[in-house]
């Protein structure tokens, strides 16, 4: 597999939101806004890429009885880099997103990647699939995001869209979490129309 195959295939092919269906508690409950969706996407995305450069590195050193403790003992690592600097540098975004950046350590696509791909891939090899997978991941939630600010608050980024009517009586229901749930399974629908459009 080429590397641009590699890279590609976590935003489309592979995409853990969308396709996969894993990782799915943060996508549903930090994509209520653009903003948030995008800044749990990227903290995700750092998450993804140093730990699968330290897995690939170590993955021959590692012994196979203990790779799974070894590999959350390195996701949490760069977790809590993430968190102290979301807090020192983006406090309402990191107050906004709450207990769902510390449990990226517990995110299965992280772990997914590390034990699927990292721990047996180079390098290079795996920071492209940390980088397309983070940004499947980031790509999703601030689709979702941005469906679910403009219909349900009636603003894109902070900024009125629709005009203060709608602002006064926004459809509140996307906002909620069953809201996250119909616009992911408006989202999957679309996506498997397009794919089976692809296949035949």
Not at 10 to 26: R, T
Not at 96 to 113: D, E, K, Q, T, Y
Not at 162 to 181: C, D, H, R, T, W
């Amino acid at each position: 597999m080429n590397k641009w195959d590699i890279f590609t295939r976590g935003l489309v092919k592979e995409n853990v939101v969308l396709i996969l269906m894993i990782g799915l508690c943060p996508a549903l409950a930090t994509s209520a806004t653009v903003r948030d969706g995008f800044g749990m996407g990227l903290a995700a995305t750092f998450v993804l890429i140093f730990s699968n450069i330290m897995i690939s590195l170590m993955r021959r050193i590692v012994p196979n009885e203990v790779r799974i403790p070894i590999f959350i003992l390195i996701i949490s690592t760069f977790v809590t880099i993430i968190d102290y600097s979301m807090q020192a540098f983006q406090p309402n975004l990191y107050q906004a997103l709450g207990v769902f950046v510390p449990l990226i350590v517990v995110n299965c696509m992280i772990l997914g990647r590390a034990e699927a791909y990292a721990s047996k891939n180079s390098v290079i090899n795996s920071i492209l699939d940390g980088l397309g997978v983070g940004c499947g991941f980031t790509l999703a939630l601030t689709v979702m995001g941005t469906i679910r600010e403009i219909l349900g608050n009636g603003t894109f980024l902070g900024m009125t869209v629709f005009g203060e009517a709608f602002k006064q009586s926004p459809v509140i229901f996307l906002v909620l979490s069953p809201g996250a749930f119909l616009v992911i399974g408006i989202l999957k629908a679309l996506i498997n129309k397009y794919m089976k459009k692809e296949i035949s």
